[in-house]
């Protein structure tokens, strides 16, 4: 039988249309939205993520402040201008893009973010929030993959989750959020043995990886939920971590790549905003 297909350009419009509402209640009440995006340097991928931020901005009515700065500016520099969008009230909202240049400390950088306006929530604040299971700013991508899921109906209790990748902006939220959700979770990484094995196991996988199309069929389990967060620029388009084609006769659903997971990240970042301003006015 042919698997599900996870849409994420349904579940992201499904999540752009209750942000519509939640903006129309604020406005309602005299605030904007605003969320400020900080670009370091002029890495193109950045340059495009950025702007696609900024345009889903204007459609929906959330004021975007920018910051474009140069590549060799300094850390004090980013500071002031950080601790400006933290005391401005018309900002609810901050995202450093990244990766930024080598000599900026991102530590430093991500915590000198209001932990309050840290719409990425990778602010370690909001990162012991989700440790702790209590509400905070949760991680775009990581978040809106539990959307998706739940859009769709998908138990998650009991199931078996294996997450292939243990990177702080998406692999390790992810686990967190399904262990919230009780799922049993291992996590993977390059020195995981027999990977295949491994992922054989899960009744969801999620493979947040970045290696074009390197989930094959033998690491699929038959009727697993198949979540691929990659997103490979290769030479033949943009392909995600699992080989869509070998899986997809294997599980029962899957995410394609593009307009899986990709467009949720940008819809839950917008939703996220809105929930920042709506905390922070109270
Ligand atoms: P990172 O490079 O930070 O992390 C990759 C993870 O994959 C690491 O934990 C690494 O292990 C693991 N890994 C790498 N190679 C292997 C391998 N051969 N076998 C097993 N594990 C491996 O990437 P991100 O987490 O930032 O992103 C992952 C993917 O998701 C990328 O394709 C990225 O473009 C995409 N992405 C998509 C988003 C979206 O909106 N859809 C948003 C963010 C990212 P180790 O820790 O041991 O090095």
């Not at 998908?154 to 967190?176: D, F, I, N, Q, Y």
Request: aromatic share 4%; glycine share 10%.
């Amino acid at each position: 039988m042919a698997p599900l297909i996870i849409d994420g350009k349904t579940v992201s419009a499904a999540v752009e249309a209750e942000t519509v509402l939640r903006i129309a209640a604020l406005l309602e009440r005299g605030v904007t939205p605003g969320l400020a995006v900080v670009l370091v340097g002029e890495d193109p991928a950045s340059q495009s993520y950025v702007k696609m931020k900024e345009r889903d901005c204007e459609r929906l009515g959330i004021r975007s402040f920018d910051a474009r700065l140069p590549a060799d500016i300094t850390q004090e520099r980013l500071n002031d201008v950080i601790d400006g969008f933290n005391a401005d009230p018309h900002v609810h909202g901050i995202l450093v893009q990244q990766p930024f240049p080598r000599h900026l400390d991102v530590e430093s950088v991500v915590e000198r973010i209001s932990p309050a306006k840290d719409v990425d929530g990778f602010h370690p604040e909001n990162l012991g929030k989700l440790m702790r299971g209590v509400p905070g700013h949760r991680a775009c991508t990581p978040w809106g993959v539990m959307r998706m899921l739940d859009h769709y109906g998908l138990e998650l209790s009991g199931k078996r989750a294996v997450v292939v990748g243990r990177s702080l902006l998406v692999g390790k939220p992810m686990g967190l959020m399904l262990l919230e959700r009780n799922c049993t979770v291992t996590y993977c990484h390059s020195r995981t043995v027999d990977l295949p094995a491994v992922c054989r196991e899960a009744d969801i996988l999620v493979a947040a990886i970045g290696r074009p199309k390197m989930i094959g069929a033998e690491y699929v389990r038959e009727g697993a939920v198949v979540i691929d967060v990659g997103i490979n620029r290769t030479e033949a388009g943009m392909v995600g971590d699992v080989d869509f084609d070998a899986v997809a006769p294997i599980c029962s659903a899957i995410t394609p790549v593009p307009g899986g997971v990709g467009p949720m990240t940008r819809a839950i970042l917008m939703s996220n905003t809105v929930g920042a301003a709506e905390a922070l006015t109270a």
